[in-house]
């Protein structure tokens, strides 16, 4: 962690994160979080798998919620390339992977409000996106990899204009909280993802 604070929501206790400015590398102070140890099979760009997180917008542009960054020399996502998958953006969630251009919209998003988001990608042509257990759309994506080192960070800001944006341009920290984050070596199906989404749902209040 880069110093998130955490707050309790219903008796649970969650990331807080204050959002900010994109920043540049090497100066990269507000907080976020990620693995310092990193994906290594995410690093196969033929890797199935399923993403899921818990995060609850606290801005109308609440910014980046999950990016993937790779760098050989240093465990910072202030180094090496990057592209985000989930960006929330003018009041709409954006998802994608590295392959794909252009984020697809996963709908409007309330500010304070807890969603579940998850990224279910088969290994070869197609990305599967769900909000709250609900399958939104299906991308026709095959996933390309920078090579041999990959990491995820949570809520750090995504400078370059690739996947984040939804209009171009480079995406801040993320402003909001942040609950539980599971990833999975596989692409689960969508009975799966609900029974993920119905397990914890009661914790954030839906």
Do not use: H
């Amino acid at each position: 962690y880069n110093s998130p604070t955490t707050t309790t929501v219903n008796g649970f206790t969650v990331l807080s994160f204050p959002g900010g400015a994109v920043q540049s590398p090497g100066s990269m102070t507000n907080p976020y979080a990620f693995n310092a140890t990193g994906f290594t099979a995410m690093a196969t760009a033929s890797q199935a798998f399923t993403l899921e997180i818990w995060a609850s917008p606290r801005a109308a542009n609440a910014g980046c919620l999950i990016k993937e960054f790779g760098n050989l020399t240093a465990s910072t996502p202030a180094a090496g390339w990057e592209d985000a998958w989930i960006n929330f953006y003018n009041g709409t969630i954006n998802a994608s992977v590295w392959g794909y251009t252009t984020p697809y919209s996963l709908g409007a998003y309330t500010q304070n409000s807890w969603y579940c988001i998850s990224m279910a990608y088969n290994g070869t042509n197609q990305l599967k996106n769900y909000v709250n257990g609900v399958l939104v759309n299906t991308q026709s994506i095959t996933r390309q990899s920078q090579g041999t080192y990959c990491q995820l960070a949570i809520a750090s800001c995504e400078r370059y204009a690739y996947l984040g944006p939804g209009v171009g341009g480079s995406s801040p920290y993320f402003t909001g909280y942040v609950g539980a984050f599971k990833m999975y070596y596989s692409s689960l199906t969508a009975t799966q993802i609900q029974q993920n989404y119905d397990a914890l749902k009661w914790r954030y209040g839906l």
